[in-house]
């Protein structure tokens, strides 16, 4: 059953209203089959353990708390992690009525659902290793306060995944829902039929079109209502996030998708802006790269408490125990290399785009088992080379397909840890 308790003020919060009456996203009756087209949470643990607990594996009985699980998310969480405990909160009581629709068809005995507001998640009395809070934060009326709500039920090494709208691409959206407000459109069906009405109308110059080329959740009438109608929404920059962490004591860890942020997918490694921007700090190189691509709709982070130890997730490529480093995959599709075409050896996951590997390149990553450490990579490869040489081009090679979202990275226990993480390119 779900949890029904009080939520302050929820008959007057225009969020709240919103989403009880256009539940969202747009319900999924069928987990089986959405999982055979490889749609997933980007921040499951099940795929993202390694990025949130490099020296660690996946263990049971995870505590995962999924806040504003909307219709789906904390039901996906506890499929695809049936050992792990999952508790699901959100203010809409017509959204947790579809996750206990998904509960009860799934058997899934390891989810628990509350209809309580973010702001009042100590009332559980529970703590966590992971909180997920995904498209949640930026409809708050006080973003900082939600987050320091999380952050409280948070244990000593858990971790904070967080999605927030990204400012840039975004632009042609707020100038909509500013129209919209203008002409003093409310959430029904009669205002939303003119929203429909006017995206076809639309000038092909409109800087909305960016958007709404990629827009995953048009299709439905809660995903217009969502994107344009919204009564509280608010965009981050990648500083801003920053700031937001800063503010609610917590510290930034990394990006589910590194590629967006460092220059290896999407400037030239000859180019004299990879030069330039591969010389800039961690948080100089991630805000370049974020006014560069310019297609940053939404940021996927990771966070964690301050007084978490820095050796439990910390990278550092220029550490003296970089060759006891252990490289995992993070790839979904290899095209083996073929001489008579001429084609060398690709590596893809999506939503990234594939990379070619040489020769070397390439043996070196078959080596990559998850097991074997960076030395033991090296040392398959038997090249006739000195150490030294050998590990530096390691180092290269690790951390370029690290920061192009190819690999995960497992440490040792005793890894040498350091704040700021080194740059780097994918040359030999």
Same mark, same amino acid.
């Given at each position: ?14 969020v ?10 747009k ?6 089959a ?6 997933r949470?980007?921040?499951d643990?099940s795929l ?6 490099p020296t660690?594996?996946?263990w049971?009985?995870m505590?995962i ?6 219709t ?15 508790v699901?909160i959100?203010?809409?009581?017509s ?25 009042e998640?100590?009332?559980l ?11 949640? *934060?930026?409809?708050l ?41 203008l002409m003093?459109?409310e959430?029904?069906?009669e205002?939303l ?7 076809k109308?639309?000038?092909q110059?409109h800087?909305?079109n960016?958007?709404?080329r ?12 969502d994107?344009?109608?919204h ?6 920059t990648?500083?801003?996030?920053f ?11 990394g990006?589910?998708e ?7 997918l999407?400037?030239s490694?000859d180019?004299?802006?990879?030069t ?6 961690e948080?100089? *190189?991630?805000c370049?790269?974020e006014?560069f ?5 939404k ?13 439990s ?12 480093? *252990?490289?995992?995959?993070r790839?979904t ?9 001429g084609?060398?050896l690709?590596?893809q996951?999506?939503p ?7 020769? *070397? ?12 450490t ?7 490869l ?12 390691a ?8 920061r192009?979202?190819?690999?995960f990275i497992?440490l ?8 700021r993480?080194?740059?780097?390119s994918?040359r030999?």
């Amino acid at each position: 059953m779900i949890g029904l308790r009080s939520i302050r003020n929820v008959r007057t919060d225009s969020v709240a209203k919103q989403y009880e009456r256009w539940a969202y996203p747009k319900p999924v009756t069928d987990l089986a089959a959405e999982d055979q087209t490889g749609i997933r949470d980007a921040g499951d643990p099940s795929l993202m353990h390694y990025a949130y607990w490099p020296t660690r594996e996946y263990w049971e009985g995870m505590d995962i708390l999924v806040a504003g699980c909307g219709t789906n998310e904390a039901a996906r969480y506890a499929y695809h992690n049936p050992t792990a405990r999952v508790v699901g909160i959100d203010v809409s009581a017509s959204s947790l009525r579809h996750e206990e629709f998904l509960k009860e068809r799934y058997g899934l005995a390891n989810l628990s659902l509350y209809h309580i507001a973010i702001e009042e998640v100590s009332e559980l009395k529970l703590n966590f290793d992971l909180v997920a809070a995904n498209g949640v *934060i930026h409809h708050l009326a006080d973003p900082a306060a939600g987050l320091t709500a999380l952050k409280q039920v948070l244990r000593l090494e858990g971790v904070l995944q967080s999605m927030l709208y990204g400012t840039y691409k975004r632009v042609g959206v707020y100038m909509l829902q500013k129209l919209f407000r203008l002409m003093g459109l409310e959430q029904t069906q009669e205002d939303l039929m003119i929203v429909k009405a006017t995206l076809k109308e639309l000038s092909q110059h409109h800087s909305a079109n960016t958007y709404l080329r990629s827009a995953p959740d048009l299709d439905c009438d809660s995903g217009l209502v969502d994107t344009f109608l919204h009564k509280r929404d608010r965009s981050f920059t990648v500083m801003d996030c920053f700031n937001l962490l800063s503010e609610c004591g917590l510290k930034f860890q990394g990006w589910i998708e590194n590629g967006f942020y460092y220059p290896e997918l999407q400037v030239s490694l000859d180019s004299p802006l990879f030069t330039k921007i591969d010389e800039m700090s961690e948080p100089e *190189i991630w805000c370049a790269m974020e006014l560069f691509c310019g297609d940053i709709s939404k940021h996927l982070f990771f966070a964690c408490r301050e007084d978490r130890p820095k050796t439990s997730y910390s990278i550092n490529f220029n550490s003296n125990d970089f060759l006891k480093f *252990i490289p995992a995959k993070r790839v979904t599709n290899v095209t083996p290399s073929n001489a008579l075409l001429g084609r060398p050896l690709t590596i893809q996951r999506d939503p990234m785009p594939p990379v070619a590997l040489d020769n *070397i390149q390439a043996a070196f990553f078959e080596n990559v088992n998850g097991e074997n450490t960076v030395k033991e990579c090296i040392d398959e490869l038997g090249l006739k080379k000195k150490p030294v040489e050998m590990e530096n081009y390691a180092r290269n090679l690790v951390r370029s397909l690290w920061r192009a979202g190819y690999l995960f990275i497992k440490l040792p226990e005793t890894t040498e840890s350091q704040v700021r993480l080194s740059s780097g390119s994918m040359r030999s």
